[in-house]
Nanobody, 119 residues
Framework: QVQLVESGGGLVQAGGSMRLSCAAS????????MYWYRQTPGKQRELVAA???????NYAGFVGGRFTISRDNAKNTVSLQMTRLKPEDTAVYYC?????????????WGQGILVTVSP
């Protein structure tokens, strides 16, 4: 079994920065795409950023150049550097990865981490 564990959330003032990290643990696996999603109460979970195994990145329109996703394939980690944070960025952020193991692929989620941006 492969697990994803997020870290780095908390409270930050508007205009500030925060870095989220996610580490995958387990045995005999590799990871294809890695993603960050977010969700606020009453809304659907939405994609924030994606990074492929070769480092190609994509961002949601609302990111507006403020966030940077990166990964370390050797350590099976993905990070999200967030700058110029806005109160509307307040959400639970989830790490997601397509884990390849035992000849199959499994859509794997972290437990989520709360990011609160105060006005």
């Amino acid at each position: 079994q492969v697990q994803l564990v997020e870290s780095g959330g908390g409270l930050v003032q508007a205009g500030g920065s925060m870095r989220l990290s996610c580490a995958a643990s387990g045995t005999s696996f590799s990871i294809n795409g890695m993603y960050w999603y977010r969700q606020t109460p009453g809304k659907q979970r939405e994609l924030v950023a994606a990074i492929s195994s070769d480092g190609t990145t994509n961002y949601a329109g609302f990111v507006g150049g403020r966030f940077t996703i990166s990964r370390d394939n050797a350590k099976n980690t993905v990070s999200l550097q967030m700058t110029r944070l806005k109160p509307e960025d307040t959400a639970v952020y989830y790490c997601n990865a397509l884990v390849l193991r035992n000849g199959g692929a499994l859509d794997t989620w972290g437990q989520g981490i709360l990011v609160t941006v105060s006005p």
